[in-house]
């Protein structure tokens, strides 16, 4: 038998590590979550992306009734900035999560639904974005690219 072995990179941040901007989209996201609709889980996520023009786009998780018909904070964002500024490169993305009842402080990366939606912005724009991720306080994890999290990534190039 054969194995293939992944490694995989994520630095540990706190936030007297990031940069002014930085902290500026950590805020963006943290406002974003403040903005979810989660009346089911009680589980409250937010987004912010830095676009390469300078634009900020928030995104919270939105609920429904009819479960599947909800959206993630990352999917909101990014389908936005797509739609809204189609020929705009994704710089950075910064995510907080944690339940309405409690600061979660462990780091809470992108689903796989989002994680696959954010390999197609990267995989379309030919650079990799770094994703910043959180609970409500504490640590944060950084990625340099999509690949670091989803590393056996389904792209254009399978189909």
């Known amino acids: 038998m054969k194995q293939i072995s992944i490694n995989t990179t994520i630095s540990v941040l706190s936030k007297n590590e990031l940069s002014q901007e930085e902290l500026s ?13 989660a009346p089911y889980s009680n589980f409250t996520v937010g ?15 939105q609920e429904n009734a009819a479960y599947p018909s909800g959206l993630c904070a ?5 389908f936005y900035a797509g739609a809204t500024y189609p020929d705009a490169k994704i710089v950075k993305m910064f995510i907080t999560a944690s339940p309405k009842d409690r600061d979660l402080e462990e780091p809470i990366p992108p689903c796989g ?11 379309k724009q030919d650079l990799p974005i770094a994703i910043f991720f959180m609970g409500a306080k504490g640590e944060i994890y950084k990625s ?16």
């Open 25 to 37: 989209l950590m805020m963006h996201a943290v406002d974003a979550r403040s903005k979810a609709y």
């Open 47 to 61: 987004a912010a992306i830095l676009l390469d023009n300078g634009v900020i786009v928030q995104g919270s998780n």
């Open 74 to 78: 990352e999917r909101v964002a990014i």
């Open 113 to 123: 639904s989002c994680r696959q939606s954010i390999a197609e912005y990267e995989f």
């Open 144 to 159: 340099d690219s999509l690949k670091n999290i989803l590393p056996l990534v389904f792209d254009k190039n399978h189909l």
